[in-house]
């Protein structure tokens, strides 16, 4: 194949790959976002900075009327949010270590971090980044309550489901960070496709004591705004927050692509976007 005839008579194109908005149907985002714009409303006032409240408008403005375009992207990796980051020698919790490159990032700025990874094929990838890196890596779930669940994975995600054929235990962090004996908890990371809102109600207790920074993910659930927001405030109501959202990486790409793809497009000279409404970070100190 003459892949540089193909890139003269094509030029400079970008390749798209569209993403729904949480499965739900643009009337049916509009739905909830009329029914809930008090508590929205409560949740932008709580933001402090201009950018968090560009972003936050600009992903409401594009879900409800499907227009990715209005989005804004940070420029920053993500989990990365300047007045919201952890400095050297902060304990760092990591919940959804996947293959252990964010806590990575978080080593290589001076900090010691445990992360918790469910799923037994992402946590053996991640322990051989740990084991470079220098970070512990658990090979278990966090949540409300001490308890042993069934999940699926699809080799990017992990769901928890009864009907699933894979067990996994789940502690709390702050009966991890009792056990540990860790001498406090100064940032707390999280993504756990849509169970952040139950490590926070495990977390409660080591919130309250310590007042970590938070950097939690907020796009598995439309209502992730509002509730994990007030769940924070609940602990402790002087927290302040931020709200940015991270454009999607080529090797995020390589997941939504059909397998070869991509690796085919930049063969051709073709850049690869996968613009979506994902990727968004609540973050509180």
């Known amino acids: 194949m003459n892949f540089k005839l193909i890139k003269k008579f094509i030029g400079d194109v970008k390749v798209i790959w ?33 950018d968090s409240k560009e972003t ?16 804004k992207y940070a420029n920053t990796p993500q989990y990365i949010c300047p007045g919201f980051l952890p400095k050297s020698g902060d304990i760092v919790i990591d919940c959804g270590a996947y293959d252990g490159g964010t806590a990575v990032r978080f080593v290589n700025m ?22 470079l890196n220098n970070f512990v890596v658990e090979n278990l779930a966090l949540g409300a309550f001490n308890h042993d669940i069934n999940y699926i994975s699809n080799g990017i995600a992990t769901q928890t489901n009864s009907q699933g054929t894979e067990t996994a235990q789940v502690v709390t962090v702050d009966n991890y960070v009792r056990e540990k004996n860790l001498p406090r908890v100064d940032f707390i990371k999280m993504d756990v496709e849509g169970a952040e809102l139950d490590i926070l109600k495990g977390a409660a207790i080591t919130i309250a004591k310590y007042k970590p920074l938070l950097a939690l993910s907020a796009y598995h659930k439309l209502d992730d705004f509002w509730t994990l927001t007030k769940f924070i405030k609940s602990i402790n109501p002087n927290y302040e927050f931020a709200f940015r959202q991270y454009a999607t990486t080529p090797e995020d790409a390589q997941d939504w692509f059909p397998d070869g793809t991509v690796k085919l497009l930049e063969n051709l000279g073709l850049s690869v976007d996968s613009p979506n409404y994902e990727e968004c970070v609540l973050f509180a100190r």
Request: charged share 20%.
């Open 18 to 50: 569209p993403m729904p908005i949480r499965g739900f149907t643009t009337d049916k985002v509009f739905e909830i976002f009329i029914e809930h714009l008090p508590e929205l409303y409560d949740v932008y006032k709580s933001l402090v900075d201009s």
């Open 56 to 71: 936050f408008c600009g992903f409401w403005s594009g879900c409800i009327s499907n227009q990715i375009s209005l989005i």
């Open 110 to 131: 001076g900090c010691k971090v445990y992360s918790f990874e469910m799923n037994k094929i992402n946590y053996q990838k991640a322990s051989k980044v740990a084991e």
